[in-house]
Every structure is written in structure tokens, then in C-alpha cells.
């Protein structure tokens, strides 16, 4: 039983148009979430995070939206570049519990 | 460079061999932990170290028999594996203790074939 999923396993987009990432969960004891990105041989690293107190969070181009009600957050980049070629990585977790709960990850293509 | 560094990169083994993974952090944290990705899946938590204290077991079979011998090594010893094992083992650490909204840095993981 996914706990959290992204149901979109890729994405490609134009280069200078906005990417929309979305990832949905059904763990309600989540109050915090994150984002991470990994290309290629590389681990992931993380982008940006949102506590579930909050709807909103903006860090340069990339702005995650939660929508508690919905159980559903998303992940936009405006404007998107190559270099955001990467696979997406949406994560849950509950404070003082040890696990982060990953989602499957969405494959973002963005074309030059 | 992420501060946090695993070898090997690439391993293939059988599935009578006994092999390790190994984990290091430069980065003076305090929790680490081990990660399973398979093809097409979520990461998987496998285990976590607070302090070098096993925090988290989270069902893994005993083929899988991790170790720290302090909080800036991390070991993941493997041995009688079977192929649907195969998979990239990531590890991570974090600053504060587990759970407490510690974003996670991932090494570059070993990728693992069990023929």
C-alpha cells in the first residue's frame, strides 16, 4: 500500500514553460513534506520542503503547493531549464517517527 | 560532492557470497541510514541509526545485517542474497536525530546485481 504516490512516471515539458509536479498521499499523521531531485548516478538530494501548517512555500523557481484537504501537494518550476532534467521525488513524514515515505518519482524531461 | 560517500559504485555477486557496503559522512551528522531502490519503486527505508543506536529495523530480512561503529561510518553487510535483491542500496544522513524534519543527504549509492 503506496503511502504516497505520483502517478505520473514521466514529464516533459518546453524549455521556459512551467513544470507541475504532482503527488498525492493518503497517510493523514503527515505533517511534513518534501521534495527531492536525482539525476543519473547520483543520489538524491533535496529541494524544498512544507509543513503541513503551511499551503505554501517559494524558493527561487521552485514553489510547492499542499492542499491538506485534497491530500495532495505539487511541485511547480517556473520557468523550467534543461538542467531540471531529473527524476522528482515526493516525500512525507510524521515529526519525531524516523521514516520518510517516499513516492515512486516522476522522470522530468525539459526540451531545449 | 555531498559529503556523504559509498563504495563500491557497481557490485555483482553470487548468490552464496558474502559482500559489505560501505557508508561514510564528512558532514559531523548524527543519524544515518540505509535506503533500497528498485527498479520503477519508492525508495524504501531499510534501517536507521541514531547515534550510532539501531532505531529502525524496518523488516528486512536477516540477509541484510547492517552496522556503525561510530556515527560517521555505516556498513550494510550482505551474504546468501537472491536476484530480486538487486537493486540500488542508498545511504543517508542528517544532521539532527531522525524524525525531527532533518532533510536527508544521500550518498551515490552502490548498485547491486545478485546473479
Known amino acids: 500500500d503506496q503511502q504516497v504516490k505520483q502517478n505520473s512516471p514521466s514529464l516533459s515539458v518546453q524549455e521556459g514553460r512551467i513544470s507541475i509536479l504532482n503527488c498525492d498521499y493518503t497517510?493523514?499523521?503527515?505533517?511534513?513534506f518534501l521534495w527531492y531531485k536525482k539525476y543519473p548516478a547520483e543520489g538524491p538530494t533535496f529541494l524544498i520542503s512544507?509543513?503541513?501548517?503551511?499551503d505554501k512555500n517559494e524558493d527561487g523557481r521552485f514553489t510547492v503547493f499542499l492542499n491538506k484537504s485534497a491530500k495532495h501537494l505539487s511541485l511547480h518550476i517556473v520557468p523550467s531549464q534543461p538542467g531540471d532534467s531529473a527524476v522528482y521525488f515526493c516525500?512525507?513524514?510524521?515529526?519525531?517517527?524516523?521514516?520518510?515515505?517516499f513516492g515512486p518519482g516522476t522522470s522530468l524531461s525539459v526540451i531545449p | 560532492e555531498t559529503g556523504v560517500t559509498q563504495t563500491p559504485r557497481h557490485l555483482v555477486m553470487g548468490m552464496t557470497n558474502k559482500k559489505s557496503l560501505k557508508c561514510e559522512q564528512h558532514?559531523?551528522?548524527?543519524?544515518m541510514y540505509w535506503y533500497k531502490q528498485s527498479a520503477k519503486k519508492p525508495l524504501e527505508l531499510m534501517f536507521v541509526?541514531?547515534?550510532?543506536?539501531?532505531?529502525e529495523n524496518n523488516s528486512v530480512p536477516s540477509r541484510f545485517s547492517p552496522e556503525c561503529p561510530n556515527s560517521s561510518h555505516l556498513f550494510l553487510h550482505l551474504h546468501t542474497l537472491q536476484p530480486e535483491d538487486s537493486a540500488l542500496y542508498l545511504c543517508?544522513?542528517?544532521?539532527?536525530?531522525?524524525?525531527?524534519?532533518?532533510?536527508?543527504?544521500f550518498g551515490s549509492g552502490t548498485q547491486l546485481s545478485v546473479l
Open positions: 541509526y541514531n547515534f550510532k543506536e539501531q532505531t
Open positions: 516525500a512525507g513524514m510524521k515529526t519525531s517517527y524516523d521514516k520518510v515515505i
Open positions: 543517508a544522513s542528517s544532521q539532527g536525530p531522525a524524525g525531527a524534519n532533518e532533510k536527508l543527504f
Open positions: 558532514l559531523g551528522h548524527n543519524a
Open positions: 512544507i509543513s503541513s501548517i503551511k
Open positions: 497517510n493523514s499523521m503527515f505533517d511534513y
